[in-house]
T-cell receptor
């Protein structure tokens, strides 16, 4: 099956620092990956679409300079939360699509900014 | 905007069958219907996917009427471990760049 690995599973950082989250497709190539954010008791909100070899496409209201996305290879996309603040604390989830398997999600990253 | 509408929450008891219905009135011809399960602090996990009529796997069944404007996820004999949020999504699985937009999901609570 299609497996998506996300790392780290949780991270605590100080306010003002940057944090990088990795999303890897382990057994398939993903030209497109997606990044979601989820606050407690809420649904997943799509942040951006990560495209291999090109710029990410951000959803309305998502600051592209704050949430840097890099999709350097067909198996890796990274999300960097720059100058993190407590309000950025959330659960971040990535996903990738493979034609015969549909969408597979990573296990998520719990970010806490203190 | 999400393309689906589901009940916000449902309660059930162990051993009962649970049916969760999802409305997707504007489903497109190429769209498939997929259901995911999510536990707290985990990513969504695939349950079942279908296009029309009925699909069954080892954990659930999916019923889709002919007009495809709704679908029903059926969980037979639920257990406490089935307490989770269930999301219904529609999308073109042939297009890897298709964006999945989540609705509110249905929070299922299974009681002893």
């Amino acid at each position: 099956g299609a497996v998506v690995s996300q790392h780290p599973s949780w991270v605590i950082c100080k306010s003002g620092t940057s944090v990088k989250i990795e999303c890897r497709s382990l057994d398939f190539q993903a030209t497109t990956m997606f990044w979601y954010r989820q606050f407690p008791k809420q649904s997943l909100m799509l942040m951006a679409t990560s495209n291999e070899g090109s710029k990410a496409t951000y959803e309305q209201g998502v600051e592209k300079d704050k949430f840097l996305i890099n999709h350097a290879s067909l198996t890796l996309s990274t999300l960097t939360v720059t100058s993190a603040h407590p309000e950025d604390s959330s659960f971040y989830i990535c996903s990738a699509s493979r034609a015969e398997y549909g969408y597979t999600f990573g296990s998520g990253t719990r970010l806490t900014v203190v | 905007l999400a393309k689906t509408t589901q009940p916000i929450s449902m309660d059930s008891y162990e051993g009962q069958e649970v049916n969760i219905t999802c409305s997707h009135n504007n489903i497109a011809t190429n769209d498939y219907i997929t259901w995911y399960q999510q536990f707290p602090s985990q990513g969504p996990r695939f349950i079942i996917q279908g296009y029309k009529t009925k699909v069954t796997n080892e954990v659930a069944s999916l019923f889709i009427p002919a007009d495809r404007k709704s679908s029903t996820l059926s969980l037979p004999r639920v257990s406490l471990s089935d307490t989770a949020v269930y999301y219904c999504l529609v999308g073109d699985r042939g297009d890897s760049s298709y964006k999945l937009i989540f609705g509110s999901g249905t929070r299922l609570l299974v009681r002893p």
